[in-house]
T-cell receptor, first 113, second 111 residues
């Protein structure tokens, strides 16, 4: 258990509303990641972080922003949600470094109507 | 060739069968390789890392073929509980140090 908690676990919201997903880890790991998983696309990296206030874009970052003001929390924000952002969102951490295996949280199922 | 490619399956096998999955990749600079297991509506979980010399964990064997740029996962004596989707993952290499995942291969083990 990598000590990762995602919240909320499920959310339904309307197009145009802001949404923030939280990833919380208890073990002080430096590397954190946000993915989305969709049928036919697999896991795709949205944003990642190498430490407090050190974040970078992944392959599908448009429409998303992140913040990491504390080591333990990595927030993903959809500023104005669209139906195309309906997905399952996973947070992950890397215990031993960026090229090492990642461990995932339970996921957040987000539906945007 | 796509960065990483897996046969989506499904692979339908009887209990006790041996089944193998491959995952091909295009970036020869990739250095780290992994297999994950994902159950329906659950998060991916690390199954095993893949080492150059090959490695085994019980009924599971992972191998890396750098010359042909693929990794493989062999499952012996399949159990009903092995039914899941198996994802390969590899380090992109170069300066962008993060993992890229295959879309997964679905395995269904039948009684």
């Amino acid at each position: 258990d990598a000590g990762i908690t995602q919240s909320p676990r499920h959310k339904v919201t309307e197009t145009g509303t802001p949404v923030t997903l939280r990833c919380h880890q208890t073990e002080n790991h430096r590397y954190m990641y946000w993915y989305r998983q969709d049928p036919g696309h697999g896991l795709r990296l949205i944003h990642y972080s190498y430490g407090v206030k050190d974040t970078d874009k992944g392959e599908v970052s448009d429409g998303y922003s992140v913040s990491r003001s504390k080591t333990e929390d990595f927030l993903l924000t959809l500023e104005s949600a669209t139906s195309s952002q309906t997905s399952v969102y996973f947070c992950a951490i890397s215990v031993a470094g960026d090229s090492q295996p990642q461990h995932f949280g339970d996921g957040t199922r987000l539906s945007i109507l | 060739r796509k960065e990483v490619e897996q046969d989506p399956g499904p692979f339908n096998v009887p209990e006790g069968a041996t089944v193998a999955f491959n995952c091909t990749y295009s970036n020869s600079a990739s250095q780290s390789f992994f297999w994950y297991r994902q159950d329906c509506r659950k998060e991916p979980k690390l199954l095993m890392s893949v080492y150059s010399s090959g490695n085994e964990d019980g009924r599971f064997t992972a191998q890396l073929n750098r010359a042909s740029q693929y990794i493989s996962l062999l499952i012996r004596d399949s159990k009903l509980s092995d039914s899941a989707t198996y994802l390969c993952a590899l380090h992109r290499g170069g300066s962008q140090g993060n993992l890229i995942f295959g879309k997964g291969t679905k395995l269904s083990v039948k009684p």
